[in-house]
């Protein structure tokens, strides 16, 4: 979730037989992905402002096949659903998530509606009404390989209830978007296999966030599990801050 938070309302205790797709009783919040900048607003004031490298730096090939650029949603439906399916089992919930994806001016013009300055790299950002209506994603064009990257971290926010630590947040997001990047390349997905670093995780980002999700990589769970485990407040990062 980078570039924007409104902060979190939630109150709830979390199940561990949570299902992601079915809605529960939780506010719609606001996230953002950017590739270049952390702002958060109060109350998380403390979270890291800038990135060493960025998400695309970490997941995607410096050298790597040219992909085509993607200016309408329809174009990448198909992908998106795909990946998804094979990710969680389950359809993509099309009636719960739409996704738009418009060009940089647009973008910037549509987070500023909900009262949020941003800065040169937004990429997209999201709106988490799991429970509430329908949950939005909105994505700048670019070329598919990264686009794909960006849709993932979205939908990591907003695939169940927005946690009350930002931190655990970004770390949830985190967690989907490392299984979302495995699957497209292990699957070999748009034929994106050679644009995938085989082991993401090792190539670092100096995000408390990201660092959490790959210290939890390191005991054998798999992503897809840590963002469960996450979703569900089995595991916080709030007691190993000083570590990250």
Known sequence: MYGMNQGYASGESYSP?????QPQRYAAQPSAYSQAVESNPAPYLDLEQHHAASIAEVFLEEQRPWTPIITQAHEVTP?????????????????????????KDTLHRTHALFGS???????????????????????????????????GHEIGHILSPSLPSQKDEEAKAHAFSIAWMECIRDNNICGLTPNIRLNPAR??????????????????????????TLSQGLTSMIARLETY
């Open 17 to 21: 037989t949570v299902n992601y797709l």
């Open 203 to 228: 190539n670092g980002l100096h995000d408390v966030a990201y660092n959490f999700v790959t210290h939890l990589l390191k005991t054998g769970a798999s992503a897809f599990d840590i963002f469960k």
């Open 79 to 103: 992908v998106i659903e795909q990946t998804f399916e094979k990710i969680t089992g389950q359809e993509f919930p099309a009636d719960a998530i739409r996704i738009s994806i418009m060009d």
């Open 117 to 151: 300055s941003t800065g040169e790299g937004l990429m997209g950002f999201s709106l988490n009404r799991y429970g509430k209506g329908l949950s939005e994603i909105f994505v700048k064009e670019d070329h598919l390989d990264s686009l794909l990257l960006t849709v």
